[in-house]
């Protein structure tokens, strides 16, 4: 039988969301990436989709469960951080609509973040959720893929090819990987991710899928924005690939001092009746949510602030895992 990623936006049954945990990870910006990521469940929560927060222990169950609606639930899994798109399982379906799980190793994007408990995880979600598991030997993240359905891969370089992660393997031996572990039958290479991205540009800051061979990349805003080449290069890629490109508006400069943060709407979750947007307090910030909500006609889009999920490195996208119905 074959599996394969099914397009985010197709029916999911539910959808873990990561819970911040560990206050020494995020300092000042411990209790307002709670709120935000709690803010996000609840989004989710009120259309009527199941959602599942992930918490580590007690505390943080009895912090969260003050912070969403009774509508969530809670299940406890070994997690660093939240970032379980990375470090938990992709879900896929086969040709018969069943599901299983695909793991693979996790090295704390090229070893900069090594965290107690991110190597459990997958495999953690996977079997409380009843699951068929696998684990892959080689490093992947689920950040790094984008996919419309129908065996089309979208990625960057700097991440797959980075020799961080799979010295070892080349180009056309991580390629013949995905298409057997994920059931991809052609990809699209996009160049480097976003300027001060600690994941090697992962390509769900840069750009996602948002139909069958419709792809949304950002547009720069103002002359001093950061990756004004970067969008450029995508645009190009994707263009000569064959695919339709959206346009949405980036955030800007977005940083203190010469330091530019990789704030990026593009880190949005589809569900099943939302659409969940990352705001940063730009002046492009409705512009982006109203752009992003045409793309996903019948779903309402919600923008959230998420300036302290991005100090932890990421935001809604990178933080939530959602699984597809069966069948």
Known sequence: MTFRMPAEWAEQEWIWIGFPAHADLWEENFVPAQE????????????????????????????????????????????GDIWIRDTGPLVLLGDNGQRRAQGFRFNGWGDKYLLEGDQETGESLATRAGLDYAKADWILEGGALETDGTGLLVTTEQCLLNPNRNPSLSRGEIWANLQRDLGFDRVLWLGDGLLGDHTDGHVDNLARLVGENAIAIPVASGADDPNRAVYDDSRARAKDFGLTVHDIPSPGWMGEGDEAEPASYMNWAVCNDVVVVPTYGSPHDADAVAAIGDLFPGRASVGIRADAVLTGGGSFHCASQHVPRAG
């Open 36 to 79: 935000a990521m709690a803010a996000f469940a609840n989004a989710v929560a009120e259309t009527g989709q199941q959602v599942r927060m992930v918490v580590r222990d007690a505390a943080a169950e009895m912090r969260a469960k003050d912070l969403v609606s009774g509508a969530v639930t809670f299940e406890r899994h070994p997690y």
